[in-house]
T-cell receptor, first 109, second 115 residues
Framework: LAKTTQPISMDSYEGQEVNITCSHN???????ITWYQQFPSQGPRFIIQ?????VTNEVASLFIPADRKSSTLSLPRVSLSDTAVYYC??????????WGAGTKLIIKP | GAVVSQHPSRVICKSGTSVKIECRSL??????MFWYRQFPKQSLMLMAT?????????EQGVEKDKFLINHASLTLSTLTVTSAHPEDSSFYIC???????????FGQGTRLTVV
């Protein structure tokens, strides 16, 4: 099962672009990469999912290099409400998702 | 996206009593649901995988007789914490997915406090 490594915490300011990188050196061929956001005392919320190259939706972008050993979640123009814990998960099915410690993102005014 | 509803959101119970938590997929059928436990400032820990119509699969270290899981239908799974003790106080979260290779949608979580 692929494990992920993320920074424990990050700080940024409102209006800035925030990039959170996740390392997953032993990602398997069939694995996809998924990012979740969690606010205190709430269930995680799906942000974005990708397999390779770049994926973009209305809230974020996900950059995945060719070797897929890492991925970067990009949050454009963050606001105070983006303060949360962000989890990077790797797996080929929901049965095998391992939740790491996540990255605590703090946005300052 | 798909909606998963978890109830109750908060519960306080006396030590020795049992508590039931419900997890419902409101607008899709979930063959499989997952139950997690999360202690303060820690990540989610998978407790068990709940399959409709069959026995749940528990992770190592999770007591089957203490955490009873029932997956009665394609839209409902329940977790019953039996004979709860203060150390069972935690945040319990369920998730469901349409297929095992699609994103999982999470319930709002249940804050259990055993006094």
């Amino acid at each position: 099962l692929a494990k992920t490594t993320q920074p424990i915490s990050m700080d940024s300011y409102e209006g800035q672009e925030v990039n959170i990188t996740c390392s997953h050196n032993n990602i398997a061929t069939n694995d996809y990469i998924t990012w979740y956001q969690q606010f205190p005392s709430q269930g995680p919320r799906f942000i974005i999912q990708g397999y390779k190259t770049k994926v973009t939706n209305e809230v974020a972008s996900l950059f995945i290099p060719a070797d897929r050993k890492s991925s970067t979640l990009s949050l454009p123009r963050v606001s105070l409400s983006d303060t949360a814990v962000y989890y990077c998960l790797v797996g080929d099915s929901n049965y095998q998702l391992i939740w790491g410690a996540g990255t605590k993102l703090i946005i300052k005014p | 996206g798909a909606v998963v509803s978890q109830h109750p959101s908060r519960v306080i119970c006396k030590s020795g009593t049992s508590v039931k938590i419900e997890c419902r997929s409101l607008d899709f059928q979930a063959t499989t649901m997952f139950w997690y436990r999360q202690f303060p400032k820690q990540s989610l820990m998978l407790m068990a995988t709940s399959n409709e119509g069959s026995k749940a699969t528990y992770e190592q270290g999770v007591e089957k007789d203490k955490f009873l899981i029932n997956h009665a239908s394609l839209t409902l799974s329940t977790l019953t914490v039996t004979s709860a003790h203060p150390e069972d106080s935690s945040f319990y979260i369920c998730s469901a997915s349409i297929r095992e290779d699609t994103e999982a949608f999470f319930g709002q979580g249940t804050r259990l406090t055993v006094v």
